[in-house]
């Protein structure tokens, strides 16, 4: 009898290979494709090994023949992108100060000064100072009033999860490379082992150097395919799938480009582990699938899995990864970063550099030319602290025996060009010296200085606010995942709107398609809940901050937060643009809302306290309404009332 279908255990989530639980999954994988005959049968035939990691079994989708077939995409892919890695690799030596290796004229001197000044490590480290002094923060919004509920707890709950995934860790990973390389790459997986075996969302930084897609593709969505490699251990992978442990590391292993690294890092007993990615159209919409295999043999397909058959293996349909791209670049997805435009002047500042330090050491060190035959103490004549130098043989000429070597002073000229390359890539950069604090001659206020700072750094700004786009691509895709993963109730702890610390439960129902009926009671379609969503900086830069307070103050002290003046301060606040309008809007109308409230419920009070009164003392209520002519309030009404209607009858006036 066939056991009841579970949840796999080894999903693709880039570099997630555990050994139980990826056994427990082939052993879940084998019986899913029990096909009713008995366990003897199949190891009498030969066939169990194939069957429990998916290989070469009758009416399966992917077998090691597909595989094979994918190899030979991944090598006219790797083909394809060859100046791209050689790149890569060479950027990371100009970050890292070893970029000498990267001359075309190599050093042949082995003595000679290799100076490295960090110019461009400067500009980099300073641009991504302002990557993270404007760290993102997701707001979820509706785009229907049926979907509120769900928008303001996506609100509270996204950021949960992206502290649990360590994101501001990943995104600070990913904006070096970005800065460094010209585009930073997020993978925005499910990982079925978190929370104990729950499952939740990972993102990784994933290497440029160990993703593959389709060459001439500007946007990764467009590559037909996509690989992503990673290496494991030959024993570590036997112990995972003893049934491949006689095959493992006989066929030639994909070749990855490497970096230079410091270590001697060893990878003769690694194999190569895929993570294959491919989209389908299934006449309606792209279907994304996934295969992991290693040589020519398959670990897990989902289109051989009955659960991701048909929807995919990610319901949203989109590889998951997002590439934040710096500089666009026609035909890559990659684009150019900033070592790209200043490793030039860079390379010119450190040769006029080894020039100018050679320079110097020749002009502080004296050397000298000597003859051969010259009888001269040279180990006295080059220690410092020798008083005398000792000369053999007597009326020889010291002016012919030793002469020493003039050295040539460079002029200031050269000091010129050599400051003129570095304004040069301080220019290039957009990394000038009051973004870091220091000024011109005659700047001294902090407020001048700031604004100085703000103005300069409109780059990082234009920057920052693409990388916000690729954030809200993120965040959309951990909508998708929690819409199709997060079938169990969940907890988190979030801040309530008043600071304080709340408990919520969520899953993923209030997200789930709803159906919509006509007024006849058909239903005709399902309505699925969708969201915009809007970046915002969680951590504001140090001038921002210090003008959003200043702008407070101003409000306060010009009377906007005075309930009597609320409609004068909100026709104001409509014309002006700041972040936070609107609630400050919201905060200047309950104030004159409750200073009205406040109003009636102290007329309410008087009258009350009026009629107390009069119930209480009627005889003191009518002496006090008593005119000063004499008489009650009522007669003298009624005499009033008498003189008018004479009046009007002598005049005939009606």
Not at 174 to 202: A, H, M, Q
Request: hydrophobic letters at 35%; a negative charge.
């Amino acid at each position: 009898m066939k056991p009841e279908r579970k949840r796999k255990i080894l999903h693709g989530t880039q570099g997630y290979i555990d050994n139980a639980d990826t056994l427990q999954a082939k052993e879940e994988q084998a019986r899913e494709h029990d096909t009713g005959i008995e366990d003897e049968d199949r190891e009498q035939s030969g066939q169990m090994d194939n069957e429990i990691v998916g290989m070469n079994m009758p009416g399966l989708a992917i077998t090691d023949r597909e595989i094979r077939e994918a190899r030979q995409i991944f090598e006219k892919y790797k083909q394809g992108r060859t100046n791209l890695e050689q790149r890569i690799v060479e950027n990371e030596n100009w970050y890292k100060l070893n970029h000498w290796r990267n001359f075309e004229k190599k050093v042949t001197n082995p003595n000679a000064i290799q100076s490295t000044s960090a110019w461009l490590f400067n500009s980099i480290n300073n641009k991504h100072a302002d990557f993270m002094d404007n760290y993102p923060s997701p707001n979820v919004l509706p785009k229907e009033s049926s979907d509120e509920d769900a928008a303001k707890a996506l609100t509270s709950i996204i950021p949960v999860i992206l502290e649990d995934c360590d994101f501001e860790q990943v995104y600070s990973d990913n904006s070096t490379e970005k800065l460094k390389n010209g585009c930073g790459i997020y993978g925005v997986f499910f990982n079925p082992r978190k929370n104990r075996g729950l499952g939740d969302i990972d993102i990784k930084v994933i290497d440029i150097l160990n993703i593959f897609w389709e060459p001439g593709k500007e946007y990764i969505q467009d590559s037909k395919n996509l690989f992503v490699l990673s290496m494991i251990d030959n024993d570590t992978l036997k112990g995972m799938y003893p049934e491949l442990s006689e095959k493992i590391g006989k066929s030639e292993t994909a070749e990855v480009k490497k970096y230079n690294y410091d270590d001697d890092v060893d990878t003769t007993d690694k194999s190569v582990i895929f993570d294959w990615y491919y989209k389908k159209y299934d006449g309606v919409k792209e279907v994304l699938h996934y295969v992991k295999f290693v040589d020519d043999h398959v670990l897990y397909a989902s289109e051989n899995d009955p659960e991701y058959k048909e929807n995919g293996y990610y319901h949203h349909g989109q590889y998951p990864f997002v590439f934040d791209t710096l500089f666009k670049e026609k035909g890559t997805p990659c684009g150019f970063g900033y070592i790209d435009i200043m490793k030039s002047p860079q390379e010119y500042i450190d040769k006029l550099n080894q020039a100018i330090l050679a320079n110097a050491q020749w002009a502080c060190r004296p050397r000298h030319f000597i003859r051969d035959n010259a009888d001269i103490n040279e180990t006295e004549f080059t220690d410092l602290n020798k008083d005398f130098v000792h000369v053999a043989g007597s009326g020889m000429n010291l002016n012919e025996s030793i002469k020493a070597i003039e050295t040539v002073q460079l002029g200031g000229n050269y000091l010129n060009v050599l400051q003129m390359k570095i304004d040069e890539l301080k220019e290039t950069s957009g990394n000038r010296d009051f973004s870091q604090g220091a000024t011109t001659a005659g700047v001294t206020a902090a407020s001048a200085i700031a604004a100085l700072q703000e103005a300069g750094s409109k780059t990082s700004r234009d920057m920052i606010k693409a990388s916000y786009r690729s954030f809200t691509k993120i965040c959309a895709m951990v909508i998708e995942l929690i819409r199709q993963f997060y079938d169990e109730i969940r907890i988190f702890r979030i801040v309530g709107d008043n600071g304080e610390t709340e408990y919520a439960e969520f899953n993923n129902a209030i997200l789930k398609p709803q159906g919509m009926e006509t007024q006849f009671g058909l239903e005709l379609s399902e309505k699925e809940p969708t969201f915009d969503i809007k970046v915002k900086a969680q951590k504001n830069s140090p001038y921002a901050r210090e003008a959003q307070n200043e702008l407070a103050i101003q409000l306060y002290q010009m009377g906007f937060f005075n309930p009597e003046l609320a409609p004068q301060a909100l026709a104001v606040i409509e014309m002006m643009e700041f972040e936070g309008k609107e609630k400050v809007k919201e905060l200047v109308m309950n104030n004159h809302q409750q200073m009205i409230m406040a109003q009636r419920e102290m007329q309410m009070r008087q009258a009350q306290e009026n009629l107390q009164n009069i119930s209480a003392d009627p005889m003191r209520t009518e002496s006090q309404s008593t005119p000063q002519g004499g008489g009650t309030f009522w007669e003298e009404e009624d005499r009033l009332t008498k003189i008018r209607e004479q009046s009007q009858s002598t005049t005939g006036v009606r």
